[in-house]
Each structure stands twice: as C-alpha cells, then as structure tokens.
Nanobody, 127 residues
Framework: QVQLVESGGGLVQAGGSLRLSCAASGRTVSSYAMGWFRQAPGKEREFVAGISWTGVVTDYADSVKGRFTISRDNAKNTVALQMNSLKPEDTAVYYC????????????????????WGQGTQVTVSS
C-alpha cells in the first residue's frame, strides 16, 4: 500500500504562486499516472491536473490551464504542482492521488479511477 503526503500549501495573495509536493512511500508510483484534485467547502472534489507514468502526457482542468504545471520525479517518487497567478477561486484543499491501473495510456479525471489519496494540503488565496 502506498502512502501519499502533500506539502507546500499555505496562504497567498491573489496573483501569487505556490508549489505543492506529493511524496510517495511504501511502494514506487513510477508506473502509475498521478493526479491532483481539489475540494472547496460545500463542493465536490474536482480534477485539477494529471500526469502519465512516463511524465510525457499531462492534462489540466480548463480553469487552471496556463497557470498550473504538474511534474514528476520518478527517481524521487514525487509529484509536484506549480501554481502561478493564483485566484481566490483556487482556494481549496488539494489532494494528490495515484491511478488504480499501471502503465495507463490516458489520464483520468474521475476521482473513482484513483485508489490512493493523501490527506490534503490547504491552499488559501486572498483577494
């Protein structure tokens, strides 16, 4: 069983940047696509970004395209989310997740396709 731990959240002013990190332990995640999701109070968990196991293919929610960048370092068993030009509507708890299936050729945006989740890290963007 893999454990995922997010870090890097915090309070930032609108227009600022944050870099989230997700560290995996217990087993390697290098053969799995990874995703970032977020959940704001009173809202459903939503897909933010995903990256293939090779790191070559990425996908983003329309709301973050051009502002967020997902990356991974398979040697370190980590995934990162660089968030620039943050907006108040980006405020949420951000979660890192591992896809259920290894060696996948597509990135899933549905939370049900992921089987391991971190505890989340709070991101708050003030206006």
């Amino acid at each position: 069983q893999v454990q995922l731990v997010e870090s890097g959240g915090g309070l930032v002013q609108a227009g600022g940047s944050l870099r989230l990190s997700c560290a995996a332990s217990g087993r390697t995640v290098s053969s799995y696509a990874m995703g970032w999701f977020r959940q704001a109070p009173g809202k459903e968990r939503e897909f933010v970004a995903g990256i293939s196991w090779t790191g070559v293919v990425t996908d983003y929610a329309d709301s973050v395209k051009g502002r967020f960048t997902i990356s991974r370092d398979n040697a370190k068993n980590t995934v990162a989310l660089q968030m620039n030009s943050l907006k108040p509507e980006d405020t949420a708890v951000y979660y890192c997740a591992k896809d259920h299936w290894p060696w996948g050729t597509s990135i899933h945006s549905e939370p049900t396709q992921y089987d391991s989740w971190g505890q989340g890290t709070q991101v708050t963007v003030s206006s």
